[in-house]
């Protein structure tokens, strides 16, 4: 799973480049003390004569899950408890 999400980020990496090398972040290779993993890009478009800036974050259903509703949720410190997460392949 980590080098589909690899895979991805190259290929959106190719079609949008990182606007900042400091912006590019591996948190598969290197997660967070609570677990959370994700790859980080930030790139940029040009559209109407404006810069649009925009992150990219790829990850598998794995690692979405546990950034969602796992340790590394946001939701339980700022909503007490939170829904339980719904059950894999439920498009939850």
Request: proline share 11%; hydrophobic share 35%.
């Amino acid at each position: 799973e980590a080098l589909l999400c690899y895979y991805v980020q190259r290929v959106l990496m190719d079609m949008w480049p990182p606007s900042n090398p400091s912006r590019v972040k591996d948190y598969i290779a290197n997660p967070k003390p609570n677990g959370y993993q994700s790859l980080h890009h930030t790139a940029a478009v040009s559209r109407w004569g404006e810069i649009w800036p925009f992150e990219v974050q790829v990850r598998s259903e794995r690692m979405h899950r546990i950034a969602e509703y796992g340790v590394a949720a946001h939701w339980d410190y700022k909503l007490g408890d939170g829904p339980p997460p719904p059950a894999a392949g439920t498009g939850g």
